[in-house]
C-alpha cells in the first residue's frame, strides 16, 4: 500500500483552477512536514509549497498569491488550491511527507496541464 497518494490532476484552460489531494497513510499525519513539488518536462523537481507541523506556509515566488497549501490532520490530507493557473504551471505534481531528517515518502504524481 502507497504511503501517499495524490489525485485531482487533470487539464484546465489558462486562468482555471484545480484543487489537488494527497492522503497519507500509516504516519502519525499530524505529526509530519508535507510539502508539494513539480517537475515539467526537461526540468528538475521544484518545491511548490509546503506546509508545518503548525501550519506555517510556504511558496515558490511563481505560485504566490495563486496557489494555497492547507492540511487537514483529521483526514490525513493535504491539499493544493491551485487558482488562476498558466501554461507553464504544466508539471507532474508531487506530494511529499517527510516524518524525519531521514525518513520520507514521495507520492506517484499526478499530470496538470494548462492549455493556452
Known amino acids: 500500500q502507497a504511503q501517499v497518494v495524490e489525485s485531482g490532476g487533470g487539464l484546465v484552460q489558462a486562468g482555471g483552477s484545480l484543487r489537488l489531494s494527497c492522503v497519507a497513510s500509516r504516519t502519525i499525519f499530524s505529526r509530519t512536514y508535507m510539502a508539494w513539488y513539480r517537475q515539467a518536462p526537461g526540468k528538475q523537481r521544484e518545491l511548490v509549497a509546503d506546509?508545518?507541523?503548525?501550519?506555517?506556509?510556504d511558496y515558490a515566488d511563481s505560485v504566490k498569491g495563486r496557489f494555497t497549501i492547507s492540511r487537514d490532520n483529521a483526514k490525513n490530507t493535504v491539499y493544493l488550491q491551485m487558482n488562476s493557473m498558466k501554461p507553464e504551471d504544466t508539471a507532474v505534481y508531487y506530494c511529499h511527507e517527510r516524518v524525519s531528517a531521514t525518513v520520507y515518502y514521495w507520492g506517484q504524481g499526478t499530470q496538470v496541464t494548462v492549455s493556452s
Open positions: 506546509i508545518t507541523t503548525t501550519d506555517i506556509t
